[in-house]
């Protein structure tokens, strides 16, 4: 069963995966807090880069299977035009202004 984005509990979460689902890379990048990091099954990442390669021109979209911790972590069904289909885990920081921080993704 799938989550409508418009029902994501958090905003910067339901943000974020509006505009990768979007891939409206302005966005995105406005979400981000100063100095945001990333990691992709335990690796920290260059995140222009990683997120270059992963959503942006490989036209990633998720859909939300399930959300705990307030919104902020996330099951989704990922795919993208390089890996296919995989479910993944995404886990959110936000800060005090509402922007993301940092996000951790995975393999599920």
Same mark, same amino acid.
């Given at each position: ?30 979400? $981000? ?8 099954? +335990?690796?920290? =990442?260059?995140?222009?880069e990683? %997120?270059?390669r !992963? ?18 972590? $996330? ?8 890996? +296919?289909?995989? =479910?993944?885990?995404?886990?959110? %920081?936000?800060? !005090? ?12």
């Amino acid at each position: 069963m799938t989550i409508q984005t418009a029902k994501l509990s958090d905003p910067a979460v339901r943000a974020f995966v509006s505009a990768v689902n979007a891939h409206d890379r302005e966005a995105f990048l406005a979400l $981000l807090a100063p100095g945001a990091t990333m990691a992709d099954d +335990g690796s920290d =990442r260059d995140l222009d880069e990683w %997120t270059d390669r !992963e959503i942006f021109s490989s036209h990633g979209h998720m859909e939300v299977e399930n959300e705990s911790r307030g919104g902020r972590a $996330l099951i989704a069904r990922y795919r993208n035009d390089s890996w +296919g289909e995989m =479910r993944t885990r995404w886990t959110f %920081t936000v800060d !005090e202004h509402g922007r993301i921080a940092r996000f951790e993704t995975g393999q599920a």
